[in-house]
């Protein structure tokens, strides 16, 4: 026992000593404490430890370690903050006398409770020549950063974040290499210089969860007169979105459009069935998509040109689309009934009809994925051998048949019908009235679940958001804008304002989708513009074909174009005005 005491005694002696030294050393370096402040403390007399039998598993208490007030920390930071070449860089870089500049130390509690430190590199305007303040030298910003091993370091944070809204996670995730491409990218799409933007990390509980997004805000005053005209289109937006990680930790990462339409609780589709595995086309489908429309991949004359077996390579390829890269899809299938094979029509009206019915039973079973199909469209536009066969409302029975088919398999709760059209999305579009007829006439049959609103529309003209959302109610379904995209042909490439134009329709559409409750997909009808149907000749109209439609979200690199952005602000409106 007097072993133990003696060494334990040691050991405070020891400590005493060192607690003393840095105590005295904080109070030399630290101006702002008074030397008398610093308590003298009479080390406790000691036996030569050389002379004590050491038993070190007899020690159980601890050893402590010096302690340091928080304004001593604070002083050691930032001594050793001005001997950073950092603190002389600011000052060379900008051409400034050392006591024009001023460096300060700052903690922040985090929004999420979670405290950080910053410490502030500016210039005292009021001590700056007439000439260097029309400069206007930005201040700097470091994160102070504990590494494993105990030392401090600071690293630069990007202008511009109001930080006392800020996590410590969102912070950390500013510096990042995903930080600074998605705030490149929407500058430089966008036609805007960073230190124009500001970001500041906004909380909208919705659902009885707390979403954590970080919001760009840019300066109007450094916005040309052409952008001026869409100014709504630089209103503040979200760029990035955290979500909770396995550890409970929130974890932030590129907003994609599927992240704000869950949160309206809208479907946000493309189109599309092939594409390589891990291909850059894929990575833009899962980071903004959660429901695929199979373009035109199911039509009855491709997937089934002879009276045989359905085509393996498209069975495998779409039944392939419900689960991506671990995130799970919904699939709307397009179409059941349409562009039909001579083989299917016989000289006896039943057969062919048979034939019909058999077609629905298949594709039901080969793709047990699709609970959504778009049994017919575009009915009654060009040559319908049917009609001559069947008469001019044949529409009712294949739907009847689709009907019936679903019962027969005991799927007749989970397989909705819809029927869709082009130019059917404002009450005065050439389609609307045929729509509308067909639609009523299956709603009094009840054998309609959706309408489908292809929506391609032409960016030379402005659209009527007001009768686009008459439409849309008129139905009294459920709708789907299943192929949004905008020609930009009748538009010159010279024009500035070209891509700004196209967003600003982009964004009454998406606002229209947004605020409708009927409204429950929200769909774009392809990804880059190079892999347009309207950039690929022949696969198009040749009135709509171009090389310079650009009618898509995404540049033909696949990166956003500002109708992409034009969809985010017209979501993030939608879901502000929610909550």
């Not at 599927?258 to 980071?287: F, H, M, Q």
């Not at 077609?359 to 009915?379: D, G, L």
């Not at 190079?530 to 898509?552: C, M």
Request: glycine share 4%; charged share 20%; hydrophobic share 40%.
């Amino acid at each position: 026992m007097h072993a133990k005491k003696l060494l334990y005694v040691s050991f405070i002696s020891v400590i005493g000593l060192i607690s003393l030294a840095a105590c005295q050393a904080a109070a030399k370096t630290n101006p702002s404490i008074p030397q008398e402040t610093v308590p003298v403390v009479s080390p406790t007399p000691t036996l030569p430890i050389t002379a004590v039998p050491v038993v070190v598993e007899s020690v159980s208490m601890p050893t402590p370690e010096p302690t340091l007030s928080s304004e001593q920390q604070t002083q050691l930071i930032m001594d050793q903050f001005v001997n950073e070449p950092l603190y002389n860089q600011f000052i060379q870089e900008n051409h400034i006398p050392e006591q024009d500049a001023t460096a300060f130390y700052k903690e922040y509690p985090g929004v999420d409770g979670e405290s950080f430190a910053v410490v502030t590199m500016k210039v005292d305007p009021n001590s700056l020549s007439e000439e260097k303040k029309t400069l206007n030298i930005p201040k700097r910003e470091y994160l102070v950063v504990k590494t494993e091993d105990g030392r401090i370091e600071f690293v630069l944070l990007p202008a511009n974040l109001q930080l006392e809204a800020f996590s410590k996670s969102a912070v950390e995730f500013t510096l990042s290499r995903e930080y600074r491409k998605g705030i490149e990218k929407y500058c430089l799409e966008m036609g805007i210089v960073a230190e124009a933007v500001s970001v500041v990390e906004v909380v909208l509980n919705t659902y009885g969860q707390a979403n954590h997004f970080l919001v760009a805000s840019v300066d109007r005053s450094t916005l040309t007169d052409e952008q001026i005209m869409y100014s709504h289109l630089y209103q503040p937006k979200p760029l990035f979105w955290a979500i909770e990680n396995a550890e409970a930790q929130q974890e932030f990462k590129l907003l994609g459009l599927d992240n704000l339409g869950c949160l309206l609780n809208k479907r946000i589709a493309t189109t599309g069935t092939y594409w390589d595995s891990g291909s850059p086309y894929e990575k833009v489908v899962v980071d903004n998509f959660n429901t695929i429309v199979t373009e035109n991949d199911l039509n009855w004359e491709k997937i089934q040109q002879s009276n045989g077996p359905l085509k393996a390579s498209r069975i495998s390829h779409t039944n392939r689309l419900a689960e991506i890269d671990n995130k799970s899809f919904s699939v709307v299938g397009n179409s059941l009934v349409d562009s039909i094979p001579e083989w299917v029509l016989s000289n006896n009206p039943e057969i062919t009809k048979q034939n019909i019915r058999n077609h629905i039973k298949e594709m039901f079973e080969k793709f047990p994925i699709i609970n959504e199909w778009v049994v017919m469209k575009e009915f009654g536009w060009g040559p319908d051998p049917l009609i001559a066969q069947l008469g001019s409302n044949y529409y009712l029975e294949v739907y009847q048949m689709a009907r019936d088919v679903a019962k027969e398999l005991g799927r007749e709760s989970e397989i909705r019908l819809l029927y869709g059209d082009n130019n059917n999305h404002t009450v005065d579009s050439p389609a609307y009235s045929n729509t509308i007829k067909i639609v009523n006439a299956l709603k009094d049959k009840n054998l309609i679940d959706g309408v489908s609103l292809h929506l391609h529309v032409w960016g030379d003209k402005n659209l009527d958001s007001a009768n686009l959302e008459e439409a849309v109610d008129s139905y009294g379904l459920p709708v789907y804008f299943q192929e949004i995209d905008i020609n930009m042909k009748r538009v010159p490439v010279s024009r500035a304002d070209r891509l700004l134009q196209q967003a600003d329709i982009e964004f009454e559409i998406i606002t229209a989708g947004a605020n409708s409750e009927s409204v429950v997909l929200i769909g774009h009808w392809l990804i880059g513009d190079n892999k347009s149907w309207y950039e690929i000749e022949g696969h198009s109209p040749s009135d709509r074909f171009s090389k310079n439609a650009d009618p898509t979200l995404f540049n033909d690199d696949l990166s956003p174009k500002p109708a992409y952005y034009a969809a985010i602000q017209a979501l993030w409106n939608a879901l502000n005005a929610q909550y």
